[in-house]
């Protein structure tokens, strides 16, 4: 099996996959090491690969361990005067959702209030999700009568010369064509309302970036976001060691160790679940993981401190921090998630308590990372349909 990284050192470096060996087996790597900066000049000697341990918290997503569920279906493109081509949704950004027939309308479930106002869930993929995975989640929404458009962000995108600026316009771009047609009316008069669900950090970055080209072009849009959802996000850290851990885990999809819990349903104090973790011995990173993850720390710890792509990181996390919508906010995370740390979940939910915003929370306990739904698939549907009545109620 070959796994290869694209670094930004040279037009040549970024062509040619670097190949690595096929991990072998390693029964003597621990978890225990507390010192993760050793990374940065890592001997690859077998005492070291026994004292090897990953840093947490991670914010960026791998893929779920989920595979895509049997019943998802293909979305038609939606007939809204929407230009999408310049999104290029074959690769992975965007896709909008008719309704399938004979659902049922939204404002008949009671999700519109007395207005009878039409929603439309945006689902923001985690980091190299696919249209596929996200499908799954369409169809919750797709069940009560709610269109969905699907945004993704391919790991191709973020790593490459322009530093991330390529995905911000697309981002912006999106952010326009949602504005646009969220501004007109229904063909029967009915306003059109956003709930916004989002994927690990990535997504909920997206969400911040989206929120910022709002409030700069088109404020008034501000007001029909009724509701954001975040799914195994909400980590405001910048930091290479983060950033590094969630690209490797990206790249390596469910090859990572990062993507899979314990597997066990948890109790007792927090401290003890992180313990129980660290302790876990049956997870275990592979030659090749770390190999990719010392690079991309190296990588990172470059990039991050360019005054350019810090400034634009701070901006978006303010917004997400400081100057997000009135609407009600719903965060799903679990103790048990090996990329974003449930501390850091319910410390960002405590800064938005403090503000005054109506959140509201439900941590699962032992599912992995962005594996909340095929965990749980009926506690994680009732906890949308309990925040969707919270939304319309919302928009009386």
Partial sequence: ??????????????????????????????????????????????????????????????????????????????????????????????????????????????FGGDRGATFTVVLLGWLGAEQRHLRKYAEIYNARGIRSVQFAVPVREVLGFDLGRRIEERIGRFAREIADWCAEKEGDGRERYLIFHTFSNTGWLTYGVILDNLQQSRADILEKIKGCIVDSGAAAEISPQVWAAGFC????????SLTYSSGEAFEGSKQDVSLHKLNDKSIRPSLGEIIIFSLLLKFFNIVLSLPDVNRRLSKVISVL?????????????????????????????????????????YNFGSSPHVDHFRSFPQLYTAKIDEFLKICSLATV
């Fill in 321 to 361: 921090s400081k100057n997000q919508p009135s609407c009600p906010q719903l965060y799903l995370y679990s103790f048990a998630d090996r990329v974003i740390p449930a501390e850091s979940v319910e410390n960002f939910i405590k800064e938005q308590k403090t503000l005054g915003r109506d959140v509201y929370a």
């Fill in 249 to 256: 885990a990206a790249l390596l999809k469910k090859r990572s």
């Fill in 1 to 110: 099996m070959e796994a290869s990284v694209r670094l930004l050192a040279s037009t040549a470096a970024l062509r040619r996959p670097i190949p690595l060996p096929p991990p072998p087996v390693l029964r003597s790597i621990s978890l225990r090491n507390p010192n993760p900066k050793s990374l940065s000049h890592l001997p690859f000697s077998k005492s070291t690969l026994r004292h090897f341990t990953f840093p947490f918290p991670f914010p960026f997503p791998s893929s779920p361990s989920s595979s895509p569920s049997p019943r998802s279906h293909p979305f038609s493109p939606l007939s809204l005067s929407l230009s999408l081509s310049s999104l290029e949704p074959a690769h992975g950004s965007s896709q909008w959702g008719l309704l399938p027939d004979g659902s049922p309308q939204g404002h008949d479930l009671g």
